[in-house]
């Protein structure tokens, strides 16, 4: 079945440096990716998405590319923050089965120093 | 624009008890989505309501059930707790056909 691999933390950083969460999938369809991020005590909040091979999703200074050849959707910041500590959750669901569910990465966390 | 929203935000139950969960998605938006977020065992999908139908279930017993009402807003039921049910219950809702899901706050249920 599907599956979402994502690195394992948790990933300790100081402020501004780079931030790079590896996130690999298994899909047998045509799979929309997902990064989504949760703060201490808070449900998930959207960060980015992409649909098809080749395309970069970005908000809020992170980017992931759809890579269709690696199979992956790795999730970077070029310069982070205190406030980027948090939880990070690659995440795909499957177009073509129409079942409805998002399946989720293990949860990579992040906690930024400053 | 008003997020998803979900009530209680915590919950103490004992086991055997029954508890209802509820859930308001985003306005325009007519699915909604049911996730537990249980400790070590990550983001599990538990049920997906369309236009007032259950469209997929995952792999939970059948204690676990819910509903949709007309105007989308959906509930959980979680019959006979078990310890193991405690957990972040997680709603989200997305328009028809899209496959962008928005989450709300959660609802933290420990079952004592």
């Known amino acids: 079945g599907d599956s979402v691999t994502q690195m394992e933390g948790p990933v300790t950083l100081s402020e501004e440096a780079f931030l790079t969460i590896n996130c690999t999938y298994t899909a047998t369809g045509y799979p929309s990716l997902f990064w989504y991020v949760q703060y201490p005590g808070e449900g998930l909040q959207l960060l980015l998405k992409?649909?098809?091979?080749?395309d970069k999703g970005s908000n809020k200074g992170f980017e992931a590319t759809y890579r269709k050849e690696t199979t992956s959707f790795h999730l970077e910041k070029g310069s982070v923050q205190v406030s980027d500590s948090a939880v990070y959750f690659c995440a795909l669901s499957d177009r073509s089965s129409n079942t409805g569910k998002l399946i989720f990465g293990q949860g990579t966390t992040l906690q930024v120093k400053p | 624009e008003a997020g998803v929203t979900q009530s209680p935000t915590h919950l103490i139950k004992t086991r055997g008890q029954q508890v209802t969960l509820r859930c308001s998605p985003i306005s325009g938006h007519t699915s909604v989505y049911w996730y537990q977020q249980a400790l070590g065992l990550g983001l599990q999908f538990l049920l997906w309501y369309d236009e007032g139908e259950e469209r997929n279930r995952g792999n939970f017993p059948p204690r676990f059930s819910g509903r949709q009402f007309p105007n989308y807003s959906s509930e959980l039921n979680v019959n006979a707790l078990e310890l193991e049910d405690s957990a972040l219950y997680l709603c989200?809702?997305?328009?028809?056909?899209?496959?962008?899901?928005?989450f709300g706050p959660g609802t933290r249920l420990t079952v004592t």
């Open positions: 989200a809702s997305s328009r028809q056909g899209s496959y962008e899901q928005y």
């Open positions: 992409a649909t098809k091979a080749d």
